[in-house]
């Protein structure tokens, strides 16, 4: 089979290399000129190792991206770094860190033992998670997370505290319009699993370095390639007017859409046309700060604590030197989801409050850690579409399309997680069997 991948993200990638291994001949058009799209690598001069787009925190419940990563000769072990759930704040008010006992044992214990959380807000979150095991871990389709918070008693210190930042990390959409369904989703897959599903995974090299540039090397890339004409047939398919046996069309969604414009209307699959336009986006921004000399955080990945009037916006800070092993300079990610106002802002400004609130934040740890050193360079990237905003009631496209040579694929497709990697990676598997039930 000769074989056409749309896209070289995570989900067009996995498609390839599902491809590929079932016998097909492979070639990756790309738009851009590095593999990942939106997890990739980013050269900046004033770094000395390479960024990425965004700081990515995988989880032991990203059960298909570890085994992909080892199919293509990658290893896991070797290139994430695997801690225990811990969610520390820099100012080290807040802490709840999972013991080594077996799930679900090891959650009731980390909210029991949590400090910065009174008693009543203990039980309360453990009330939630025998509420949501009871529910079978399905609430209502059409309740968002602060009705299901509600719905559950949650005071508003641990919606704060706790549920409103994990929320954000994972679906990034604010708890008033995000999905309830996609964010139980989340947690089942984290707290009703084995412990080992819950642990953060931390990558320690560079995006694209942790499989995509494998990936792509066993297939033919054509990066700086725009696919701007798609024309699916029931036998082939004519893609910037060569022709392919089938493809997997791996792009964001408004994409899809403007290159199937016209032949979703001829095919009267309207119903497909409107689902692919219905997705809304937000942003995430990240800044990366280069510090003058060493600084080592207690955690390789702390919450920040967020003040939107003194544009304190960043929800996680990430040790990037630890992470690296690089002992020369410090180095952080300051990441801030669904950061609509950071756009807005002067940028020089943004990345100034948001360096004021890792200083002062810092300062404030009962350890004392000492001063933040001083800033060698700072670059703040704001990806405005980073996912598709998780709200209640979303018709997710599946990955079939009215024509056998066509697979749709990304993590917006019907793969029942938020937009995430794992997402990406199932459904870019799911659409390479959709062409080829022997594809894995
Ligand atoms: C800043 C940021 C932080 C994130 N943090 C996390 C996280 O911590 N954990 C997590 O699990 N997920 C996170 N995500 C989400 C995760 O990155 C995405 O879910 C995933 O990368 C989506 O992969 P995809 O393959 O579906 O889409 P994409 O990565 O968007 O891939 C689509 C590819 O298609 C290419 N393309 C588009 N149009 C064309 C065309 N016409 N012709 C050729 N090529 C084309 C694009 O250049 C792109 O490379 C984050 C995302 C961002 C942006």
Known sequence: MKAAVIGAGWAGLAA???????????????????????????????????????????????????????????????????????????DGRFNLSAPRLPAPLHMAVAILRARGLSWADRLAALRLMRG???????????????HLLHYHAQSDALIRQVWDPLCLAALNTPIATASAALFA??????????????????????????????????????????????????????INQERFDAAVLAVPPTFAARLLEAPLREAGATGLLDALKAFDYLPIATLNVRLAEPWRLPEPMMMLREDAARGHAGQWLFDRAQLAGDTKAGELAVVASAANGI???????????????????????????????E?????????????????????????????PTLALAGDWTDTGYPGVLEGAVRSGLQAARVLNPRAN
């Open 16 to 90: 390839s290399v599902a491809l590929r291994e079932a016998g097909a001949k492979v070639t990756v058009f790309e738009a851009g000129h590095t593999p990942g799209g939106r997890a990739r690598r980013v050269y900046h001069g004033d770094f000395d190792a390479p960024l990425d787009n965004g700081q990515h925190l995988l989880s032991g419940a990203y059960k298909q991206t570890l085994a992909l990563m080892r199919r293509v000769g990658r290893n896991p072990d070797a290139l994430l770094m695997r801690r225990p759930l811990k969610l520390a704040s820099l």
């Open 132 to 146: 949501l095991k009871a529910m079978s871990w399905t609430p209502p389709r059409d309740w968002t997370v602060l």
């Open 185 to 238: 989703r989340v947690l089942r897959d984290a707290l009703a699993g084995s412990r080992e599903d819950s642990d953060l995974l931390l990558p320690c090299t560079d995006l694209s370095a942790l499989w995509p540039d494998a990936a792509a090397r066993q297939v033919t890339m054509r990066y700086g390639s725009t696919v701007r004409q798609l024309h699916p047939s029931d036998d082939g398919i004519d």
């Open 343 to 373: 756009g807005e802002r002067n940028r020089r400004q943004a990345i100034e409050a948001m360096i004021d609130q890792v200083a002062e934040q810092a300062a404030s740890h009962p350890q004392r850690l000492p001063p933040m050193p």
């Open 375 to 403: 800033v060698s360079a700072a670059e703040l990237f704001i990806e405005k579409r980073a996912t598709f905003a998780a709200v209640p009631g979303l018709h997710r496209p599946l990955n079939s399309t009215p024509w």
